[in-house]
C-alpha cells in the first residue's frame, strides 16, 4: 500500500497574517481543516470566529465544501513539488448575530445598508 500523499497548507486571514503551514493527510477533509483554525486563531485579532460554521475556506478562487477532502480541493496543475498551499480564510458571523449587530447599530447611528437605501427612496421620492 503506498504511503498517503502529506499536502502542507497555509491559512491567509483577512489581515494578510498566516496560520500554519501544517501538514495534512489529502484525506483530511476541509471540516477538519476549519476546525484546526478555530482552534489556531491567533490571539488579538478584531474578528474571531466563534465556531467552524462562521469559516469559508477558499481556494483557487471556489468556496470549498466541507465534505471534500484535501485531495479533492488540490489544485493538480501549477503547483511546484513541495510547495504549500495558502487557502484564504473569511469570517462569516451567524446570521443571527448579525441581526442583533443591525437591530443595535441603529440605536446609535445608522445601519449602512439601510442608509443607503432610504437614501435612493428619498432620491425616487423626490423626483415625481
Known amino acids: ?64 465544501e466541507n465534505n ?10 501549477g503547483e511546484v513539488p513541495g510547495g504549500v498551499i495558502i487557502m484564504h480564510v473569511v469570517v462569516q458571523p451567524s446570521l443571527a448575530k448579525t441581526k442583533t449587530e443591525m437591530v443595535d447599530s441603529t440605536k446609535g447611528g445608522c445601519f449602512l445598508a439601510s442608509c443607503s437605501l432610504f437614501t435612493f427612496w428619498l432620491y425616487l421620492v423626490g423626483t415625481d
Request: charged share 30%.
Open 1 to 64: 500500500m503506498p504511503d498517503e500523499e502529506l499536502i502542507d497548507i497555509k491559512f491567509r486571514l483577512y489581515d494578510g497574517s498566516d496560520i500554519g503551514p501544517f501538514r495534512y493527510s489529502s484525506a483530511s477533509t476541509v471540516d477538519m481543516l476549519k476546525q484546526r483554525i478555530v482552534s489556531d486563531w491567533p490571539k488579538g485579532k478584531t474578528i474571531v470566529p466563534k465556531a467552524v460554521t462562521e469559516i469559508k475556506l477558499i481556494s483557487s478562487g471556489k468556496i470549498l
Open 68 to 77: 471534500k477532502t484535501v485531495g479533492q480541493c488540490k489544485i493538480p496543475y
